[in-house]
């Protein structure tokens, strides 16, 4: 059982950065990857960005070239920097571990917000 517990959500002005960690309560480096997925209100739940244990990365086309995925498997921990905020990513953000390649997360966090808002 791993529990995900994300940090460093709050408001920030358009155009600022944020970033957020992820703390994981067992072992990162078994599993497969790790994400970042948001949920806006009235919007489902998206895929931000996710790190495999091999480096791979992906991104939403909306925050590519804006926000970046990173890892510290000796820390357990998973972080998010996120750059040229808009408040469009005004959102509930969660952290996922994926213990496969298959079927998607298998852990979340409680979720943290972000708040983008001159």
């Known amino acids: 059982q791993v529990q995900l517990v994300e940090s460093g959500g709050g408001l920030v002005q358009p155009g600022g950065s944020l970033r957020l960690s992820c703390a994981a309560s067992?072992?990162?480096?078994?599993?497969?990857?790790m994400g970042w997925y948001r949920q806006a209100p009235g919007k489902q739940r998206e895929l931000v960005a996710r790190?495999?244990?091999?480096?791979?990365?992906n991104y939403a086309d909306s925050v590519k070239g804006r926000f970046t995925i990173s890892r510290d498997n000796p820390k357990n921990t998973v972080y998010l920097q996120m750059n040229k905020l808009k408040p469009e990513d005004t959102a509930v953000y969660y952290c996922?571990?994926?213990?496969?390649?298959?079927?998607?997360?298998?852990?979340w966090g409680q979720g943290t917000q972000v708040t983008v808002s001159s």
């Open positions: 067992g072992s990162i480096f078994s599993m497969y990857a």
């Open positions: 790190i495999t244990n091999g480096g791979n990365t």
């Open positions: 996922t571990a994926d213990v496969t390649a298959v079927a998607g997360p298998d852990y």
